[in-house]
DNA sequence: TCGAAGCTTCGGCATCCGTCGAACCTCTCA
DNA sequence: TGAGAGGTTCGACGGATGCCGAAGCTTCGA
C-alpha cells in the first residue's frame, strides 16, 4: 500500500470521528497512542487478530484520528493531535480522561 | 410503554454514549436539548420519520444521555447533563460545540 | 536474491444499524 | 365513549461493521 489516505482536517466530521472513537479496541489504541507519541501497529495489546487491527486503524485514520507513515517496513502511526484541537477544539482530551478512567476500572474489577 | 428504562449513571460506558452521539440525527437531538432544557420527541426537525425518531431516542436513552420522563399523552425528553458531567467530565461541551458548529457550517454551505 | 517481518487486502460470515410503513397502545377531551 | 394526538413496537430490508484466516505486497537484511 503505497498512497494512504488521510482526510483534511477540514473534511473531518464530528460524526465520524465520534465513530471512530466509539469502539473499545479504537480506544485502546488511541490511548495508548496518547502516551507514546508515535507508535508501530504491532506494539498494541489487543484480543484480536492482525487483520482486524488493522481494520481499526484504517477506521481511525479515515476519520482522521490518526496519521500513518511509511517507515521502512513498519507503519508508524500517531495521534492528529494538534489538527483534531484545531477542528473539534476540547474534544479529545475528555474522551481520553474517560477513556483511562474506564480502563482503570476494568483493571480494578 | 410503562416502565422507561434508564441506565444509572455507574451503567454508562464510554463507548456507547460516543455511539450514541455519532449519528447526525442524534447530534441534532442532543444539540436541541442543549437548548431547551425539555422538550417532547415531536418537536424535533428532523428529515426522518417518526418512528426512526423514536428508535433515535430509544438509544439516547438506553446509552444514559438523555432521560424521558412521561407526561399526560407526550413525553418529556432531557438531557442528562449533571450526571454525565460527573461520569465523564468535559465530555459533552465540546461536542455540543463541535455540533453547533458543524451545523452552522452546513447552513452556510 | 531470497526469506522473513510487518501490514494490508480479500472473501466470508454473523450481527448490528438506520430506515420505513403499518399496527398498536394510552391518555385526553369533546 | 369514541376519536384523535403522541409515541412505541413490529417486521422487513439493504448496507455497514467486527471478526477471522489466508493470501498478497514491500522492504530489509543475510
Same mark, same amino acid.
Given at each position: 500500500m503505497r498512497n494512504l489516505h488521510h482526510p483534511r482536517v477540514d473534511e473531518l466530521t464530528l460524526p465520524d470521528v465520534l465513530h471512530a472513537l466509539s469502539d473499545p479496541v479504537r480506544l485502546q489504541i488511541v490511548r495508548t497512542l496518547a502516551e507514546r507519541e508515535e507508535m508501530s501497529c504491532s506494539s498494541v495489546e489487543a484480543s484480536v487478530s492482525k487483520s482486524t487491527l488493522s481494520h481499526h486503524f484504517k477506521v481511525l485514520r479515515e476519520a482522521g484520528v490518526t496519521h500513518t507513515r511509511v517507515n521502512g517496513t513498519h507503519r508508524l502511526v500517531s495521534l492528529r493531535l494538534d489538527e483534531l484541537e484545531e477542528r473539534f477544539?476540547? +474534544? +479529545?482530551e475528555p474522551v481520553l480522561e474517560a477513556s483511562r478512567a474506564e480502563s482503570r476500572r476494568a483493571a480494578a474489577a
Amino acid at each position: 500500500m503505497r498512497n494512504l489516505h488521510h482526510p483534511r482536517v477540514d473534511e473531518l466530521t464530528l460524526p465520524d470521528v465520534l465513530h471512530a472513537l466509539s469502539d473499545p479496541v479504537r480506544l485502546q489504541i488511541v490511548r495508548t497512542l496518547a502516551e507514546r507519541e508515535e507508535m508501530s501497529c504491532s506494539s498494541v495489546e489487543a484480543s484480536v487478530s492482525k487483520s482486524t487491527l488493522s481494520h481499526h486503524f484504517k477506521v481511525l485514520r479515515e476519520a482522521g484520528v490518526t496519521h500513518t507513515r511509511v517507515n521502512g517496513t513498519h507503519r508508524l502511526v500517531s495521534l492528529r493531535l494538534d489538527e483534531l484541537e484545531e477542528r473539534f477544539p476540547g +474534544l +479529545l482530551e475528555p474522551v481520553l480522561e474517560a477513556s483511562r478512567a474506564e480502563s482503570r476500572r476494568a483493571a480494578a474489577a
